[in-house]
């Protein structure tokens, strides 16, 4: 870019000698003059406090054929302007007198070159006399008012967006995972009249069915194999789980045996006539379902209600349980609950997995495996893609552009050399090393009106790329059209660059734009790493948004 610069002022040097003795010659023409526009411009002051406003006023003396245009925007930089009045006229004879008065200020203290300004008359520029605008501090009582250190930068967490088509994925299958859970797991189900009589103690529940076996037809239809199946099965039921007798599967003798086996082991205090009229109950239970036999209805009744008398007797014959028997018994139910907890969380945990991987199966199928890889691991550029953008105008001349960060005011030195052809230069960047994308702008205005030199600026750049340690530099090289139609240059390629920190070369693609006018040249740098897709939509939508001011 020096180079350049320096290029551009030595060959405006040539052309303003020109200039000069044009002008001296048309100047010795009688009556040139009168058609020759004069300018004029003044300020009512000079030295100005913080905030305080000057009057600039630029004054045009022109024939009355001539269309005459006026700065207009923020072109006084680094002054601000505030207002620009309304351009007052004055006409006599064949010549047309125009004032335009601007309103400037500024609120940094310090000494500042009020810019030459470009006045256009009939399509030729014009320029004025630069001027020296001193700001002054404004006196503060600090006695007072207390006095604060300014504060440091404080650095706002980005929010990180979720496609909501995602969320509402995510959503949908968490109802009804969370809808399967309560219904299979959590809900507490109606029990069924089977599962209530299940639940009741084997008592009451040996009591209830012999209350429907003497309510059922089994006596009326003469199926007494029935009745006294399901007789025999049902007080052999309750001796299993009260009296801890294993009656099911044992026969009359057995079963008979191994109750007057507890009785003398003081287990089961039943009487003797009790166990007897027991026995006489399962033989004749033996004869109907094995000989066939068919007693008269009075003795099925008969042994109906004596198998009643049993059960209750031998509920009554049971021994209270001990303490140690009780305590089983709690530790029993304390496991019981374990068991069903762990089922519980055991299925929740493996419906969450399950969730989880439909959710990331179904995710990999609609935005693909490295999107949600990225998603996932947080890619650096990807979170600059989804991040939230900032639209704002850097340095003067201004270049707008949308980033995903701020662009933030870089030092500038520049040599002895380059202060003589560059009057100003302001530069802007932003820098991540870990996807190393890098964003920056730079704004020059020159000392003298002259057209930039593109080439040299492209090969001072391409410099500055190798001096950096990149290698195997491509370049090439066309015309870009901006969306409001302002043309400039494209300089892009590919190659291999150092990686901050690091010996280490990678493959990377870069863009550089180019941008200027008369006196002045702007520029727009992006550079990131090849078969970076979220990078190459970053890069897309930057030079989508790029807008540039060709005139001062």
Not at 53 to 69: A, C, G, N
Not at 221 to 249: F, N, P
Not at 302 to 311: G, L, M, N, Y
């Amino acid at each position: 870019m020096k180079n350049s610069v320096l290029f551009i002022f030595e060959k405006y040097a040539s052309h303003l000698l020109r200039s000069l003795a044009i002008c001296l010659f048309l100047a010795a023409i009688p009556g040139f003059s009168q058609s020759i526009p004069t300018i004029k411009s003044v300020v009512d002051t000079t030295a100005i406090k913080i905030g305080e406003q000057i009057k600039f006023k630029v004054i045009v003396e022109t024939d009355t054929l001539s269309h005459v245009v006026f700065p207009d925007g923020q072109t006084f930089s680094p002054l601000e302007t505030v207002e620009a009045l309304k351009t007052d006229s004055v006409k006599k004879n064949d010549r047309l007198t125009l004032q335009k008065t601007y309103a400037l200020t500024q609120f940094d203290s310090g000494t500042y070159t009020l810019p030459s300004q470009m006045i256009e008359i009939n399509g030729k520029h014009f320029f004025t006399d630069s001027l020296i605008i001193k700001v002054a501090d404004v006196a503060v009582d600090t006695t007072a008012q207390k006095m604060y250190d300014i504060k440091p930068i404080i650095t706002i967490e980005k929010s990180r967006s979720i496609p909501w088509i995602l969320i509402l994925w995510i959503l949908g299958i968490l109802l009804v995972v969370g809808a399967l859970l309560y219904w299979f797991v959590f809900r507490k189900k109606p029990l069924s009249e089977e599962e209530k009589v299940a639940l009741l103690p084997p008592f009451d529940r040996a009591i209830l069915g012999l209350k429907q076996l003497e309510n059922s037809k089994y006596l009326i239809e003469d199926d007494y194999k029935s009745y006294y199946s399901e007789l025999t099965d049902i007080v052999r039921s309750y001796l299993e789980e009260d009296a801890h007798v294993s009656a099911l599967e044992s026969t009359t003798d057995q079963l008979i045996d191994k109750l007057e086996m507890m009785k003398d082991a003081g287990k089961l205090k039943l009487e003797h006539e009790t166990i007897q009229q027991f026995k006489k109950v399962l033989q004749t239970s033996d004869l109907v379902k094995f000989a066939k036999s068919k007693p008269e209805t009075s003795v099925a009744v008969a042994d109906r209600k004596s198998v009643e008398q049993i059960v209750i007797k031998t509920k009554e014959a049971i021994p209270e349980p001990t303490e140690e028997e009780l305590m089983l018994q709690e530790e029993y139910q304390e496991e019981l609950q374990k068991k069903n907890y762990r089922k519980r969380i055991l299925l929740t945990s493996l419906a969450a997995v399950l969730l989880l991987l439909f959710t990331g199966v179904a995710a990999v199928g609609y935005y693909g495996f490295d999107y949600v890889k990225d998603t996932v691991m947080g890619h650096p550029t990807k979170k600059l893609l989804e991040g939230n953008w900032v639209q704002s105008d850097y340095g003067f001349p201004p270049v707008s552009v949308q980033t995903p960060e701020v662009l933030l005011r870089q030092a500038i030195k520049l040599p002895p050399e380059s202060q003589a052809a560059i009057k100003e230069m302001q530069a802007f960047a932003y820098r991540s090393n870990k996807g190393l994308f890098t964003i920056a702008t730079t704004s020059i205005l020159l000392s003298q009106p002259e057209e930039p030199d593109y080439v040299k600026s492209s090969e001072q750049i391409l410099q500055n790329f190798e001096a950096q340690g990149a290698k195997n530099i491509t370049t090439k090289q066309e015309e870009f059209t901006t969306l409001t139609g302002v043309k400039g240059v494209k300089l892009y390629g590919s190659g291999k660059f150092a990686v901050p920190e690091s010996e280490e070369l990678v493959t990377g693609n870069y863009v550089v734009l180019f941008f200027g006018g008369k006196g002045f040249q702007q520029n727009l740098i992006l550079s990131w790493l090849a078969d970076d897709p979220y990078a190459d939509k970053i890069v897309d939508r930057i030079l989508n948004s790029v807008e540039v001011k060709t005139t001062l």
